[in-house]
């Protein structure tokens, strides 16, 4: 009993995570194949998708001045308007544009 009990939850997590990486993916416009890896893999695929999908999606600023890195616009705008810094975005190496 406390065996199924625990199998129903393990399967019940391991789809929400499914789901998760399935939506965010689909907003992305990433491949679907995180989804099918997720449902394999569980737990494992979800912190590579995670990994990947953080290096490659956002682009990067950095700022001229003090050279701090940020990943998002809104970040890079908090800093210019608190330290009156100037924050350039980094061109993506060819690579990464190459690998789309
Ligand atoms: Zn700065």
Redesign the pocket.
Known sequence: MDMLLITGIVIGWWLILVVAVGTDAEKRGKTQWWTFATLLFGLFAVILYLIYRDNVEYDTYR??????IYYSAKGADR?EKI?G?V?KIVPKPESEIHGK
């Open positions: 700022c001229d001045n003090c050279k701090s800093h330290s810094h924050v």
